[in-house]
């Protein structure tokens, strides 16, 4: 008695397992980018802004001309830009004036990193309660882990204030090597925190630097 051969192929079932299996990996796969490009972003920008905070120093201390880091957020973008700006130009109030026009604040604007760009990046909650992170290492122990305020810049930062345009942290850099804080009263130093904006896991990264000796260090 013959028997007949099942026909090569694959059942309406089997097909749709398939895809199934395949929508699964796709969408795994699409969140481990998401995540790593994330992360990428976090630790990007930490060393960028870093890297700002030393070029500040040397051009400050080669020139013999006061430079500024502007970290500001009107709410809708964040961003951090290096400013070479002399005192002979007069004081500026850099906890209420708007830090973000160059015509108002007068002097040269260098390098503008515009971190609002870069989807995926926000800010730490400093006042957030971390296990994993209780209090900075030696030489940057004086400076309090306390957020200058609530959401975004503020909520990351321990120097900023809130001022005409949005949120602002200054640090200036003298020529004669010194580091001091324009913005927040933050006389020891100063801490900027970047972690994924989407507050998914992932480790942000610190950047901080102590006043009024200049140490710059990225955790």
Same mark, same amino acid.
């Given at each position: 008695? /013959?028997?007949?051969?099942?026909?090569?192929?694959?059942?309406? *079932?089997?097909?749709?397992?398939? &895809?199934?299996?395949?929508?699964?990996?796709a969408t795994l796969a699409g969140l481990a980018v998401f995540h790593g490009t994330s992360r990428v972003r976090v630790s990007n920008a930490a060393f960028e802004v870093g890297a700002l905070y030393t070029a500040a120093q040397m051009r400050a201390t080669s020139m013999g001309v006061p430079h500024y880091v502007v970290f500001h957020d009107d709410g809708s973008e964040f961003g951090v830009f290096l400013?070479?700006?002399?005192? /002979?130009l007069g004081t500026f109030n850099w906890a209420?004036?708007? *830090?973000?026009?160059?015509?108002? &604040?007068?002097?040269?604007?260098h390098e503008h990193l515009r971190l609002s760009h870069e989807s995926g990046l926000g800010f730490l909650d400093l006042g957030a309660p971390r296990p994993d992170f209780h209090a900075l290492p030696a030489p940057f122990t004086a400076i309090p882990l306390t957020p200058s305020?609530?959401?975004r810049l503020l909520g990351g930062c321990t120097f900023c204030s809130e001022g005409t345009g949005g949120a602002r942290g200054v640090i200036r850099f003298s020529p004669d090597g010194t580091v001091q804080v324009m913005t927040g009263g933050a006389e020891a130093g100063g801490v900027i925190a970047f972690a994924p904006d989407s507050r998914t896991s992932g480790p942000p990264r610190w950047v901080v630097i102590a006043a009024p000796a200049g140490a710059i260090r990225v955790f």
């Open positions: 008695m /013959s028997t007949r051969s099942r026909s090569a192929g694959f059942t309406l *079932v089997e097909l749709l397992v398939a &895809v199934a299996v395949l929508g699964i990996l400013l070479e700006r002399a005192d /002979s209420s004036d708007d *830090v973000a026009n160059p015509a108002t &604040v007068g002097g040269v604007q305020g609530s959401g």
